[in-house]
């Protein structure tokens, strides 16, 4: 899962264990997508209260694979508020991204950069 991707699950989580997105059928289709294990279900349900087990969900996630976002949005059928707001959060997160980038490498190091490498070829 990509950084930004796993951020937008950070900066929701609070949001998303509110939501108890483990009682319908999310779990069973990222079972059936690949994107969690046999173990990984009977772990989730293994919790007591629904907060637990998204919580767990939200905890698996980010180790599960690049797709593992996007096939949790395509889980989320029966929360499409849910999906919608996962969605925005993403795009602020990509239009953003770039401008932190900006702040962490000053052009003129980027040109420097690219000097030096000329010299050494």
Request: aromatic share 6%; proline share 4%; charged share 30%.
């Amino acid at each position: 899962m990509e950084a930004r991707d796993k951020q937008v699950l950070r900066s929701l989580r609070l949001e998303l264990g509110a939501e108890v997105l483990v009682e319908g059928l999310v779990l069973q289709y990222l079972y059936q997508e690949g994107v969690l294990t046999e173990n990984h279900v009977q772990e989730i349900n293994a919790q007591t209260t629904g907060l637990r087990k998204t919580m767990l969900l939200l905890d698996i996630l980010p180790s599960r694979g690049p797709k593992a976002f996007d096939t949790f949005l395509d889980s989320l059928q029966e929360f499409p508020w849910v999906r919608e707001k996962l969605k925005k959060a993403r795009e602020e997160a990509m239009t953003s991204l770039p401008a932190e980038m900006r702040k962490l490498r000053p052009k003129e190091a980027v040109t420097c950069l690219a000097s030096q490498l000329a010299c050494r070829f």
